[in-house]
């Protein structure tokens, strides 16, 4: 005999606008064995929690069933409460009357009769359950970060703050990221170098930090505390332990490869660093762009480096690292604005887009800082088209949140630098960060012109002999409801942000699920936006969706924090409710390895029969069901706690 | 008397039942209005159309028959507005109560009373031919469906012939529909009588079913993109261009003849080009002309520039310097090709018209496909 207490939540009005919740509950306590039935306006809370707390000493309760969300929400914190309440947490079973129910339908009778049948089923799998005891692992204590742009530099310094070991993974042979190729950012106009580049140098300088630069990750094996990831260092034909920085080498190389720092606008030698002010500061050859890997001669940068530090046959290398959490701040790419025709972008020179801009502004970059197109002349009028390919189905339907602002930085650089007209085309000015408004209304006293219209065409077609050798912007200025023509010298395109073009093969590697543009997913947009469904991988910055600097930053330090719940403990309690295998009826057909999403089940050779892993078991029952010999049950869905609760369910 | 505008949701709401319920997507960005061939020349703006019709605003009257449905604007709208849905559903709304402006009546007129645009006799519609042409019967590779235009316009007659001259000589059998056929409906209904479309429809898919035509080729890219888009039949419907296309690559039709150097540019019909996504066949007919250079315009493919033709302006008088038809001779005209080639009845007549209209007569001659290729076969 049971002693089985129903709780029954409103959820607000979410269950009780369709689910008769008060009627439900009445029911629940006609149940055999159901000793105390309740409902309340939302359980999770604190006089909810003390009321399923309250019932279980006064009426003795052996069993709790509530009735509620799904369990991917709440389940943990009614284990809680009931554990707190001295039961064992495995003694609760929870009833999905929200989404798989009252979220349905409109039918307040369909919902109501639904979830009667449903807590039927509840008691009867109720009655069968067993207490279980959760098993513990050793917890790795270090920490992957991959991605070195502002978010995971952030993520790695707060992290070794902690004194704990970090790894920061790049691919590129510098860290730093977009905003390193920045000159200013917004809306308080810092020099985007002389704060971001401190950063570079502490995470070079700190003990605790081992950088990884022009690296990638290859494999991951493990789970959470135990990760396990294979890194190819890339060969960068220089050995970086004899390098001293000198840079002679540069000086002699007559190798051209194009500058990826300055988007292109330029040529950079094959061996190289990508900027000044690069973290580290040694060089690595570019073999599309080498003479000798070319023609098989030259090998000048060799005689130059007084280390002997040219290594022409130096290969890819890897290692295995184990880390107890990973940190994915891997960022995001620029949409490719040439499929767009109608902005000419590849076809007349004078058409920019971003960061090309942001390059020109740099003191590093390929001008020096000064505004000067493509054929050398200084632009006397500037146009800024917003919302090219986001907001726009054709391309990314999502607003990429940042261009708003940085085009209004670009506006004022543009005048500080020029004193040219700038014109703004723009559907929605979009502003609603700290300062941001502020900023919006700083540009517009500026006497930037602000037409309210997307752009439709830029051409340097034009029957009007003023706007010779221009290049004319044409749109719907929507305010006034006329066509516009503005004759420009220079257009600058604010593209959508992307996700990475690789994303799905990191996703991939870390078991990640993306969104639908193939950002990486959250597992809870609110309320756990730096987790995923993998435990113990977080995501940080623009890897999960368009994001400025302000917001980047801030989950690089979220994430960093959310590693540490996990490698600050020593050991990490594992879900006990996990398929274990008989091997007196196990057949070895590997059914369960083939089905597994977790890669559990690992087939023992010598044995002739699976065995569970059950650190990365989840309980799912994928393999369980799977098993044509029946011989994998899983713990706290055993076959006869299925078929009871069916049982249950088809009374009605 | 109040300036002031009223919301008149009923209307609003009206609208999108009939059809045109997509203008709520619409964020007034003005990429249609700013992508629209009239903007340059006219104060038309579909854009205010939209935002008129999301409020039942007065003022819808006024615009509602501006579009010639090229589809320029739907193709670049960022929120996938079906513009010429609303524009349909608008112009139904109104045509519905008695709206219709006196240069379209006749033309709707004719095509409820006889079946074609044109005000042609019933019986005369095949007269063109001379009888030199077979009609069609079961069994036979193509349904050859003459659009009304070629059958009735003296301009468009040449090309009627040009193309059957060409059918004869390419092995092929093939058949020309009986005069009960009737036009293919695209222009009634983008003006919106709804009900008059339905009829016609209804008597050619049975003149489809009847005949057992089971390859419908067309010359007019209208009955091309209204047959595979709004009849739902099961024949197989191809374009003039696809299978001069193939006939010339099998080599089953030989143009040999040297052209000495013939610059020729292409204008894309809207109705090919956009609505139904055929660019390269006519490029690449023209590329197979001996002695033909092909001299491409500014706005060409995708970014098309529109005749004027479609959406009932082939019926519609407008000024001289708000003509569509009058910029693309000029832009033709700039490229130094002699030869202003293009593939659609509409089309035709509408820059046939700027030409003369433009005295450009003896710069510039329009030519259809056919009739280029037919001039380019021996003897």
Redesign the interface.
Known sequence: MSRIGVFVCHCGLNIAKTVRVSELAEFAGTLPDVVVAADYKFMCSTPGQELIQNDIKKYNLDRVIVAACSPLMHEKTFRKVIANAGLNQYLLSIVNVREQDAWVTDSEDEATAKAKALINGAVYRARLLQPLTARFIDVNSDVMVVGGGITGIQAALELAETGKKVYLVERNSTIGGHMAQFDKTFPTLDCSACILTPKMDAVLQNPRIELMTYCEVEEVKGFVGNFDVKIRQKARYVDHSKCNACLACTEKCPGRGTSEWDEGLVKRKAIYIPFPQAVPQKPVIDRNACTYFKKGKCRLCEKACGQSAIAFDQEDTFREIKVGAVIVATGYDLMDTKPL??YGYGKYPGVYHALEIERLFNSAGPTGGKVVMRDGREPQSIAILH?IGS????HCEYCSRVCCMYSLKFAHLLKEKTHGDVYQLY??MRAPGKGYEEFYNRLVEEDVKFI??????V?D?TDNPDFAGKLVV?????LT???A?IPVDMVVLSPAMKPRTDAKEMARLFNLSTDKYGFFMEKHPKLAPLSTMTEGVFIAGACQGPKDIPDSVAQGTGAAAEALTIVVKDRLELEAATAIVNPASCCGCQSCVRVCPYGAPVFNREKNVSEINEALCKGCGLCAASCPASAIFTRHFTNDQVMAEMEGLMEF | MSTALTPYLEMSQAIAEAGGEAFRKCYQCGTCTGTCPWSPVTEFSIRKLIRLSQFGYDGIEDLMWGCTTCKFCVDRCPRGVEIIDLVKSIRNMYAGGGLLPTSLRSFVGSLASRGNPWSGDVEKRNDWGKGKYPLFAEGMDYLYWTCCTVCYDPRNVLVAKASAEILNRSGLSWGLPGTDAQCCGESVKKVGDFDLFERIKGNNLGLFKAGGARKILTISPHCLATFKQEYGGDAEVVHFSELLDDLIRSGKIQPKKDRGGLKVTYHDPCYLGRHSGIYDAPRDILKALPGVELVEMDRIREQSMCCGGGGGGLWMERAKGERLSDLRVEEALATGATVLATSCPYCIAMLEDSVRTLNADDRIQVKDLTELVYESLEG
């Open positions: 025709v109608q919302c907001r726009d189905k054709n559907i929605d309210r219209g997307k752009a439709a065409r051409t077609k044409e749109v719907d200025d929507t409801g006329r066509f023509t």
